[in-house]
C-alpha cells in the first residue's frame, strides 16, 4: 500500500483527529496505516501522520 493511499484515507478525520475510514476503503487500510506510525492505537492521527498528510497536500 502507498503512502498516497493512506494519505487519501488518513484525510477522512474529525476536527479532534479521530481518523475514520470512508465506505469506500477496506479496513486494511487503517490497520497498515497503525502499523506504520500514522494513527495510533485508538485511531488518533500522530505527528508521523500529518507530516504525510502534509507531503500530499492533504491538510
Known amino acids: 500500500m502507498s503512502d498516497k ?3 487519501a484515507v ?5 476536527g479532534d483527529g479521530l481518523v475514520y475510514l470512508p ?4 479496513q486494511d487500510v487503517l490497520d ?3 502499523q506504520r ?5 485508538e485511531g488518533y492521527l ?3 501522520g500529518r507530516a504525510l498528510l502534509a507531503r500530499y497536500s492533504f491538510i
Open 5 to 7: 493511499e493512506i494519505a
Open 23 to 26: 465506505r469506500n476503503k477496506p
Open 37 to 41: 506510525g500514522f494513527i495510533d492505537a
Open 46 to 48: 500522530t505527528r508521523k
Open 10 to 14: 488518513l484525510q477522512h478525520r474529525y
Open 32 to 34: 497498515n496505516a497503525k
